[in-house]
């Protein structure tokens, strides 16, 4: 044992359980490990978060033995995290299906564990902890994700309206608009996504050729792309006159900002588009 540093089978003695046990525990990002050399690692300090956050389990456990709220409330996000950062994807799947398995909706694996899980991969990269290869992969593997349970996220009957959503020339955050696009279908709009990085001229195509489209939402989360996103909008309005641009994402701070850049409405998250769409529909 290195300083501080044990291997996944002192770590499952440390714990009096099965090594596979502990295998488990790891894939499902319940206990911090890593690997080098092809051999898992566990911190001391992880062990002991373990023990104390299965002895917390515990003592919170009601009478039916199941959780309940407790389990709907576990740290999956954190969990989310390690997997993600550990560049795990089968394991970051069983987050997610362990999170829907305790009762986590649709909508509260995309805003409560699949967003702060990014946030904070973020966080960590600002600071200077972790690398940018990380945020590549972590949007790689949470794409994966969408792909799978994105699907649930379809209303049957008819669409509420036609939604078109991109990142103008030089975004490269693809993960916002995907999620937001989900967000939307689930509350009956029909949503097109053109992803990131869509140059102008392309931009405005699409928009002239949709037919029925009632609006455009566009995505900035850096703040060097503010400027692509004015070209964007006011192409966007070229394109066609009656179509409702808004805009959204990190870089836009609110309303007053969004329109300075062209846009003719702002929102923050899928229910707030939402709630701008409803009121658009009203006076069309
Ligand atoms: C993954 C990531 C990357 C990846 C993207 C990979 C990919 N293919 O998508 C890569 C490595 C490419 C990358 C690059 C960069 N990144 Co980056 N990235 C991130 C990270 C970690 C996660 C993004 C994400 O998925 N967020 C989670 C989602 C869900 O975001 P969300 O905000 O919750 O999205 C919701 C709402 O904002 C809203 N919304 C978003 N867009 C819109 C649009 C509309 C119309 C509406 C209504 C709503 C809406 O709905 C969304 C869904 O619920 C963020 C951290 C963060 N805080 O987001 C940094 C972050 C966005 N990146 C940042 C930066 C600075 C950069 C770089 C400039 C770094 C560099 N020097 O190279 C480049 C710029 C690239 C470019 N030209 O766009 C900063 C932005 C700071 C700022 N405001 O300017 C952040 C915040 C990191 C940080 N903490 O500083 N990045």
Redesign the pocket.
């Given at each position: 044992m290195i300083d501080g540093v044990l291997t996944l089978q002192e770590a499952a003695d440390e714990l009096g359980v099965h090594y596979m046990t502990a295998y488990r525990y790891v894939r499902l990002g319940v206990m911090e490990a890593s690997k080098s050399g092809g051999v898992w690692q566990v911190q001391r300090s992880a062990v002991e978060r373990f023990r104390e956050e299965a002895e917390a389990a515990a003592a919170t456990t009601g009478p039916s033995g199941k959780g309940g709220a407790r389990n709907r409330r576990a740290p999956w996000s954190r969990r989310l995290e390690s997997r993600l950062v550990a560049g795990d994807a089968p394991g970051s799947w069983s987050v997610v299906e362990a999170a829907m398995a305790a009762g986590s909706e649709l909508d509260e694996i995309?805003?409560d564990v699949?967003?702060p899980a990014?946030?904070s991969?973020?966080?960590r990269?600002?600071a200077g902890e972790l690398d940018?290869s990380i945020?590549?992969r972590?949007?790689g593997i949470?794409m994966r994700i969408l792909g799978r349970i994105g699907p649930r996220f379809g209303r049957r009957g008819r669409s509420r309206g036609v939604i078109a959503?991109g990142a103008p020339a030089?975004?490269?955050?693809?993960?916002?608009?995907a999620?937001?696009g989900d967000?939307l279908r689930l509350r009956g709009w029909e949503v097109s996504d053109f992803g990131?990085d869509v140059p102008t001229e392309s931009l405005a195509h699409v928009i002239g050729q949709t037919p029925d489209l009632l609006a455009v939402?566009?995505?900035v989360?850096?703040?060097?792309?503010l400027e692509s996103l004015a070209e964007a909008c006011a192409a966007a309005h070229v394109a066609d006159p009656d179509v409702l641009v808004?805009?959204?994402?990190?870089?836009v701070a609110d309303l007053d900002h969004a329109r300075a850049l062209g846009a003719d409405a702002y929102?923050?998250?899928?229910a707030?588009?939402d709630e701008v769409l409803t009121q658009f529909v009203r006076t069309v």
């Amino acid at each position: 044992m290195i300083d501080g540093v044990l291997t996944l089978q002192e770590a499952a003695d440390e714990l009096g359980v099965h090594y596979m046990t502990a295998y488990r525990y790891v894939r499902l990002g319940v206990m911090e490990a890593s690997k080098s050399g092809g051999v898992w690692q566990v911190q001391r300090s992880a062990v002991e978060r373990f023990r104390e956050e299965a002895e917390a389990a515990a003592a919170t456990t009601g009478p039916s033995g199941k959780g309940g709220a407790r389990n709907r409330r576990a740290p999956w996000s954190r969990r989310l995290e390690s997997r993600l950062v550990a560049g795990d994807a089968p394991g970051s799947w069983s987050v997610v299906e362990a999170a829907m398995a305790a009762g986590s909706e649709l909508d509260e694996i995309y805003l409560d564990v699949l967003t702060p899980a990014m946030v904070s991969i973020g966080s960590r990269w600002e600071a200077g902890e972790l690398d940018i290869s990380i945020e590549h992969r972590a949007t790689g593997i949470a794409m994966r994700i969408l792909g799978r349970i994105g699907p649930r996220f379809g209303r049957r009957g008819r669409s509420r309206g036609v939604i078109a959503l991109g990142a103008p020339a030089g975004e490269f955050h693809a993960l916002p608009i995907a999620m937001l696009g989900d967000l939307l279908r689930l509350r009956g709009w029909e949503v097109s996504d053109f992803g990131v990085d869509v140059p102008t001229e392309s931009l405005a195509h699409v928009i002239g050729q949709t037919p029925d489209l009632l609006a455009v939402g566009l995505s900035v989360m850096s703040s060097e792309n503010l400027e692509s996103l004015a070209e964007a909008c006011a192409a966007a309005h070229v394109a066609d006159p009656d179509v409702l641009v808004v805009a959204g994402g990190l870089a836009v701070a609110d309303l007053d900002h969004a329109r300075a850049l062209g846009a003719d409405a702002y929102a923050a998250s899928g229910a707030e588009m939402d709630e701008v769409l409803t009121q658009f529909v009203r006076t069309v």
